[in-house]
């Protein structure tokens, strides 16, 4: 069975946030908008996004870095989402395994919001039901687009590279082949959801840092470290300028 995904590279990911205003712009004028947005400028904001990037510094100074981490929903083969759902409104599609809420049949009742470990869903406040990634279902099957456009609009926008689409059951795939050969791995696997979607690890690096490298020499608050100019004998500008 058909099982198409994201895989994304966190080893690439600049955290340029191409991503999450491309899936808003694509998603807001198609079958999956409108993504409302209130008071985007207030005190307390809100807004449906489809796929966000988390930023986090780990380590300890100065051996630090910062992590970057892109998050949408997984399309979970065994998605938690669907058998809370009391009236069918979420559902997993049989032929390509994308996880998907029909509209007309959701009352915002957010269980399925509940029963995502991955926070992935996010309750429209103006419409009152749940909306989550849909891969872009309406684009990647698109036949009036060319085949290098039917491609998820994160994945189009990202100008690293850092986001892969295709079927993880096909061994010959992309996908398939970045998760075998980078060690891809899911997010969370202990909640036995097995989610479609995966990540490419950083890949670790080792830097030597002394301690003389953490001081500038060209430091202005250290002026007794400053060497005293030698007195010029050319002609200035206040010598040869009458104002």
């Given at each position: ?24 712009e ?39 870095q ?27 599609r ?11 049949k ?79 791995y ?29 001081i ?12 005293q ?15």
């Amino acid at each position: 069975m058909t099982q198409l995904a994201l895989v994304i590279d966190l080893n690439t990911c600049v955290g340029c946030h191409a991503c999450v205003t491309s899936c808003k712009e694509w998603n807001t004028s198609g079958e999956a908008g409108p993504l409302v947005d209130r008071n985007p400028y207030a005190a307390e904001p809100t807004g449906t996004f489809f796929n966000r990037v988390q930023t986090f510094e780990v380590g300890e100074f100065p051996d630090t870095q910062t992590i970057h981490f892109p998050k949408s929903c997984l399309h979970c083969e065994d998605p938690p989402c669907v058998p809370v759902c009391p009236t069918g409104a979420s559902y997993k599609r049989p032929q390509d395994g994308i996880v998907l809420v029909d509209y007309d049949k959701c009352i915002g009742c957010e269980y399925c919001s509940w029963a995502c470990p991955y926070g992935a869903r996010e309750i429209d406040e103006k419409q009152k039901v749940m909306k989550k990634c849909t891969l872009c279902v309406d684009r990647i099957y698109d036949e009036s687009l060319s085949e290098a456009d039917r491609k998820p609009a994160c994945v189009l926008s990202c100008p690293t590279s850092s986001r892969i689409f295709g079927d993880i059951h096909d061994p010959n795939s992309e996908v398939s082949q970045a998760i075998t050969e980078a060690g891809g791995y899911q997010l969370m696997p202990e909640w036995g959801t097995d989610p479609a979607n995966h990540y490419l690890p950083r890949r670790k690096t080792r830097i030597t840092i002394h301690e003389e490298d953490l001081i500038r020499v060209d430091n202005p608050l250290k002026k007794e470290d400053r060497q005293q100019r030698a007195p010029t004998t050319r002609t200035t500008l206040d010598d040869s300028t009458s104002w």
